[in-house]
Nanobody
Framework: QVQLVESGGGLVQAGESLRLSCAAS????????MSWYRQAPGKERELVAS???????YHAESVVGRFTISRDNAKNTLYLQMNSLKPEDTAMYYC??????????????WGQGTQVTVSS
Protein backbone atom coordinates (compact mmCIF):
# COMPACT_ATOMS: atom_id res chain seq x y z
CA GLN A 1 0.00 0.00 0.00
CA VAL A 2 0.98 3.63 -0.39
CA GLN A 3 2.85 5.21 2.49
CA LEU A 4 4.09 8.77 2.86
CA VAL A 5 6.01 9.19 6.11
CA GLU A 6 7.10 12.65 7.19
CA SER A 7 9.91 13.41 9.61
CA GLY A 8 12.05 16.32 10.73
CA GLY A 9 9.54 18.51 12.50
CA GLY A 10 10.16 19.97 15.93
CA LEU A 11 10.32 23.02 18.15
CA VAL A 12 12.71 25.78 17.09
CA GLN A 13 13.20 29.47 17.74
CA ALA A 14 12.42 32.16 15.21
CA GLY A 15 15.20 32.51 12.66
CA GLU A 16 16.31 28.90 12.88
CA SER A 17 16.05 26.19 10.25
CA LEU A 18 14.50 22.77 9.83
CA ARG A 19 14.51 20.21 7.03
CA LEU A 20 11.45 18.05 6.59
CA SER A 21 11.65 14.70 4.82
CA CYS A 22 8.95 12.52 3.33
CA ALA A 23 9.76 8.90 2.55
CA ALA A 24 7.44 7.44 -0.08
CA SER A 25 6.63 3.83 -0.83
CA UNK A 26 4.00 2.05 -2.87
CA UNK A 27 3.97 4.66 -5.65
CA UNK A 28 6.10 5.34 -8.71
CA UNK A 29 7.64 8.27 -6.88
CA UNK A 30 9.73 9.61 -9.75
CA UNK A 31 6.72 10.23 -12.01
CA UNK A 32 4.53 11.84 -9.38
CA UNK A 33 4.25 15.51 -8.66
CA MET A 34 4.73 16.01 -4.93
CA SER A 35 3.84 18.75 -2.49
CA TRP A 36 4.03 20.04 1.03
CA TYR A 37 0.93 21.47 2.70
CA ARG A 38 0.43 22.90 6.15
CA GLN A 39 -2.46 23.53 8.48
CA ALA A 40 -2.39 25.70 11.57
CA PRO A 41 -5.02 25.38 14.32
CA GLY A 42 -8.22 27.11 13.28
CA LYS A 43 -6.99 27.75 9.76
CA GLU A 44 -7.54 26.11 6.41
CA ARG A 45 -4.93 23.84 4.92
CA GLU A 46 -2.66 25.67 2.51
CA LEU A 47 -0.24 24.61 -0.20
CA VAL A 48 3.31 25.48 0.79
CA ALA A 49 5.35 24.14 -2.13
CA SER A 50 5.16 21.72 -5.04
CA UNK A 51 7.63 19.98 -7.31
CA UNK A 52 6.94 18.34 -10.64
CA UNK A 53 8.35 15.02 -11.81
CA UNK A 54 10.80 17.02 -13.90
CA UNK A 55 11.96 19.18 -11.01
CA UNK A 56 10.01 22.38 -11.65
CA UNK A 57 9.03 24.05 -8.40
CA TYR A 58 6.32 26.28 -6.98
CA HIS A 59 6.49 28.03 -3.62
CA ALA A 60 3.73 29.96 -1.92
CA GLU A 61 4.38 33.68 -1.69
CA SER A 62 4.59 33.50 2.10
CA VAL A 63 7.63 31.19 1.94
CA VAL A 64 9.45 32.36 -1.18
CA GLY A 65 13.10 32.97 -0.40
CA ARG A 66 12.91 31.02 2.86
CA PHE A 67 11.69 27.51 1.98
CA THR A 68 12.94 25.20 -0.76
CA ILE A 69 11.28 22.01 -1.96
CA SER A 70 13.40 19.27 -3.51
CA ARG A 71 13.28 15.58 -4.28
CA ASP A 72 15.65 12.64 -4.51
CA ASN A 73 14.09 10.10 -6.84
CA ALA A 74 16.80 7.53 -6.12
CA LYS A 75 15.74 7.58 -2.47
CA ASN A 76 12.00 8.08 -3.07
CA THR A 77 12.20 11.04 -0.74
CA LEU A 78 10.77 14.55 -0.78
CA TYR A 79 12.33 17.39 1.21
CA LEU A 80 11.41 20.83 2.45
CA GLN A 81 14.29 23.01 3.62
CA MET A 82 12.90 25.73 5.86
CA ASN A 83 15.13 28.67 6.75
CA SER A 84 14.47 31.87 8.66
CA LEU A 85 11.46 30.32 10.34
CA LYS A 86 8.80 32.60 11.78
CA PRO A 87 6.17 31.98 14.46
CA GLU A 88 3.51 32.14 11.73
CA ASP A 89 5.09 29.05 10.14
CA THR A 90 3.86 27.02 13.10
CA ALA A 91 1.61 24.27 11.74
CA MET A 92 1.25 20.60 10.98
CA TYR A 93 3.11 19.92 7.74
CA TYR A 94 1.87 17.25 5.37
CA CYS A 95 3.49 15.52 2.42
CA UNK A 96 1.16 14.67 -0.44
CA UNK A 97 1.11 13.61 -4.05
CA UNK A 98 -0.04 16.10 -6.66
CA UNK A 99 -0.50 19.75 -5.83
CA UNK A 100 0.40 22.59 -8.18
CA UNK A 101 1.78 20.26 -10.86
CA UNK A 102 -0.74 17.46 -10.40
CA UNK A 103 -1.16 15.18 -13.38
CA UNK A 104 -4.72 14.17 -14.35
CA UNK A 105 -3.98 10.51 -13.73
CA UNK A 106 -2.57 10.96 -10.24
CA UNK A 107 -4.36 9.71 -7.15
CA UNK A 108 -4.31 11.71 -3.95
CA UNK A 109 -2.23 10.36 -1.11
CA TRP A 110 -1.32 12.07 2.17
CA GLY A 111 1.09 11.48 4.98
CA GLN A 112 0.21 11.69 8.67
CA GLY A 113 1.99 14.99 9.15
CA THR A 114 4.86 16.35 11.22
CA GLN A 115 4.48 19.24 13.66
CA VAL A 116 6.57 22.37 13.28
CA THR A 117 6.48 24.87 16.13
CA VAL A 118 8.37 28.15 15.98
CA SER A 119 8.72 30.17 19.16
CA SER A 120 9.32 33.91 19.17
Amino acid sequence: QVQLVESGGGLVQAGESLRLSCAASGIFFSINAMSWYRQAPGKERELVASISSGGSTYHAESVVGRFTISRDNAKNTLYLQMNSLKPEDTAMYYCATGGYFKNPWESDYWGQGTQVTVSS
